[in-house]
């Protein structure tokens, strides 16, 4: 029987937002032996449930505070252009659209919590799958966990949702690992931090720099569940087989709390799809316009999605 566990992260100010409901929706549709790895700032949540692990990110991985703290204070590693003596630098001609703004392509310190949560939860998790999913996800009806790991054959390293010639989106991927090349793979992805050979890399950003962790060390050993298998449009999560579980409130649908009909690129049988435009996703509860203003104009940074 193989065992599976499931890891997230989220900054402190997206609790309430969507994280406490991402977390709900696992606690109700997951099954009872795939426990969910949060991985938070700060204070930890008063939330509990023997379904769900609060561990402080800071505290477990000494070296993203260390590469938070080398940063923190450099815009241009913040996503931002204003370059200081002895910051780091974009390389010359990355990017396109976004070249000469800021933008979340960029954003090295604030991608590097999702990249630092996999290799700890991939290290301690006492399971032979580990799945990331993105906090801003629901799910909305039960998954099963034959599910979750046949979509990854025990022969390969990882799948992911392939978006063709650009980066995947990873809101959802799953690590084997039993498979050989984990070690390599994550002292890859994490080197690329504690050297600071990041600011190597055309972009900084989590999809972009998993992509090249694939290309690089597992070549053949990936496999795509998005475009690769047929999901069609820019949204391939609520296009792809995982549309059938969990929505993925990516961008500006944070806002709305679902994404809607029209991300839809062909007919969907779940009663959830059906009636998604009259869902309420927040009981009533108006979201909070700080977060709206906070969360638009994180999106607006980068044209290119996410």
Known sequence: ???????????????????????????????????????????????SHEKVKFINIEEVNPELVKFKQRHKNDPVANGEVQEIPGGVRRLDGAGDKDKNKGSYLWDAVRFAHKTFAVDHAIKNCPTDYVLWLDADTYTFRPITKDFVTGLLPEDKLVNFLGRGEKYPECGWVCYNKKHGKIKQFMEYWTDLYIKDTIFNEVEWHDSYLFWQCVKRIAPNDGVDIGKGAGAKGHHVFINSVLGAYVDHMKGKRKVKGKSSKTDLRGDRNEDYWKNVENYDPFGGVKFDPKQVDDIVSKVAKGKQGN
């Open 1 to 47: 029987m193989k065992t599976l566990a499931v890891v997230t992260t989220f900054p402190p100010n997206r609790w309430t937002a969507y994280a406490k409901r991402m977390i709900d929706s696992h606690v109700r549709y997951w099954p009872d032996d795939v426990v969910l790895y949060a991985y938070h700032e700060g204070k930890q949540p008063e939330y």
